[in-house]
């Protein structure tokens, strides 16, 4: 079992930054890759960002490359999601997941509970 907390979330004006948190415990994180999803009202979840084990590979949404810079400090238990450039289309829910298949971006184990963004025009 792994257990993830998300944070970092909030209210922005276009074209500002946001960093989300995800601390997991449980499970060795090491061992996992990561991701960040999302889910805007009236939408489906959509992946945004993944980050394998070692965080030597990374992969992102088409509507969030070269914005969103995803990392982790193993270390610390923690995966980030550094959010730059934000539109009012990236407002929604975030959540963080474990990625149990690399290259599978609909599949998600281990959800948090999510952090609010939204990003006023």
């Known amino acids: 079992q792994v257990q993830l907390v998300e944070s970092g979330g909030g209210s922005v004006q276009a074209g500002g930054s946001l960093r989300l948190s995800c601390a997991a415990s449980g499970r060795a994180f090491s061992s996992q890759a990561m991701g960040w999803f999302r889910q805007a009202p009236g939408k489906a979840r959509e992946f945004v960002a993944g980050?394998?084990?070692?965080?030597?590979?990374?992969a992102y949404a088409n509507s969030v490359k070269g914005r969103f810079t995803i990392s982790r400090d193993n270390a610390k238990n923690t995966v980030y999601l550094q959010m730059n450039s934000l539109k009012p289309e990236d407002t929604a829910v975030y959540y963080c997941?474990?990625?149990?298949?690399?290259?599978?971006?609909?599949?998600?184990?281990?959800w948090g509970q999510g952090t609010q963004v939204t990003v006023s025009s």
């Open positions: 997941a474990v990625l149990p298949i690399w290259g599978l971006w609909d599949r998600g184990d281990y």
């Open positions: 980050i394998s084990r070692s965080a030597a590979n990374t």
